[in-house]
C-alpha cells in the first residue's frame, strides 16, 4: 500500500511479499530439517525409554497366544538372528520419536502452509497446532484400545493348528505402523480446516455430502483394520464418523 503525503511517498507494507518457487522449496527444506531434528531428538528419548515401551506395547499380546512366556507369566518376544534386537529397538524408537515429535511437525506444517492463508487464517496457526496434537494423541490411545481385537483374532485364527512363536520384528512392526495409522487419520478435522481455510471445502459442502461421506469412511474402517473381528472397524467407525462431526462444527466456528 502506498501513502502520499505532500512530496513524499511513504510505502507501507501491509503484508507478506510473494515468494519465488526457490524460495517455496528452501523454506520446505528448511522445516523438512527441523522435522527431521525433533524426530531424532525423540528417537533418542525414546531409545533411552525402550524397556518401558516394550514393557507397555505388549501388553495387548494374549498370552495364551505365543509359546514362549517368562517365568512371571508375561510372553516374550524371539528374535532369529544377530543385530534383530538392536534393529527392532532401534525402528520402535523411531515410530516413537515421531509420535513425541508431534507438536514440532504439525507446528512446521501449518506454518509452511501460512503464506497461503490471509491475515484473519494466520491467527488459527497456534490453536491448529494444539488440536493436531491432540489430535494425534486421541489416534494412539484409540488404536491402543483397539489393538487387541485384531491380535486376538489374528494369533487364534489357526485354532491350536501351529505353535505361535512370535518375532520382534513382526510384532513390534505390526504395533507401531498400527499405532501410528491411528494417529495419522485422527488429524482428518485438522486437513478437512486446513482445506475449509484455503477455499476447497465449506461446512455446506460436508454437510450436503455427509452421508457418502460416512459410507465412505466406515468402509474405510473396515479396509484400513486388519483382521476379520467385528471390534476393530467398529471403533475406527465410530471414530470417523465423531471426526467428521468435530470437522464440519470447527469449520461452521472458524466460518462464523
Not at 512446521?108 to 494423541?137: C, D, H, M
Request: hydrophobic content about 55%; charged content about 15%; aromatic content about 10%.
Amino acid at each position: 500500500m502506498v501513502a502520499r503525503g505532500g512530496n513524499r511517498v511513504v510505502l507501507l507494507e501491509t503484508e507478506e511479499a510473494e515468494m519465488t518457487l526457490v524460495e517455496h522449496l528452501e523454506e520446505l527444506r528448511r522445516r523438512l530439517f527441523v522435522c527431521l531434528a525433533a524426530v531424532s531428538a525423540g528417537t533418542a528419548i525414546a531409545f533411552f525409554l525402550r524397556e518401558a515401551i516394550l514393557r507397555a506395547l505388549l501388553r495387548p499380546l494374549p498370552i495364551e497366544a505365543n509359546a514362549l512366556v517368562g517365568p512371571d507369566g508375561r510372553p516374550l518376544i524371539a528374535v532369529t538372528g544377530i543385530g534383530e534386537g538392536f534393529s527392532v529397538l532401534l525402528k520402535l524408537s523411531i515410530a516413537a520419536g515421531i509420535a513425541l515429535a508431534s507438536p514440532v511437525w504439525v507446528h512446521q506444517l501449518w506454518s509452511f502452509t501460512r503464506p497461503a492463508l490471509n491475515g484473519r487464517e494466520k491467527k488459527y496457526a497456534l490453536p491448529a497446532t494444539f488440536v493436531g496434537i491432540g489430535l494425534f494423541i486421541s489416534g494412539l490411545t484409540v488404536g491402543f484400545v483397539a489393538l487387541r481385537y485384531p491380535l486376538n483374532w489374528l494369533l487364534s485364527f489357526d485354532d491350536g493348528l501351529f505353535v505361535q512363536v512370535i518375532t520382534a520384528d513382526n510384532y513390534f512392526t505390526f504395533v507401531a505402523y498400527f499405532l501410528l495409522g491411528f494417529g495419522i487419520t485422527f488429524e482428518l478435522p485438522l486437513v478437512l480446516t486446513s482445506l475449509a481455510l484455503l477455499g476447497f471445502v465449506s461446512s455446506n459442502t460436508l454437510k450436503a455430502h455427509r452421508a457418502k461421506a460416512l459410507v465412505g469412511l466406515w468402509l474405510t474402517s473396515c479396509v484400513v483394520t486388519p483382521g476379520a473381528d467385528p471390534y476393530s472397524p467398529a471403533i475406527v467407525g465410530v471414530a470417523f464418523t465423531v471426526l467428521y462431526f468435530v470437522s464440519e462444527a470447527l469449520i461452521r466456528l472458524l466460518g462464523r
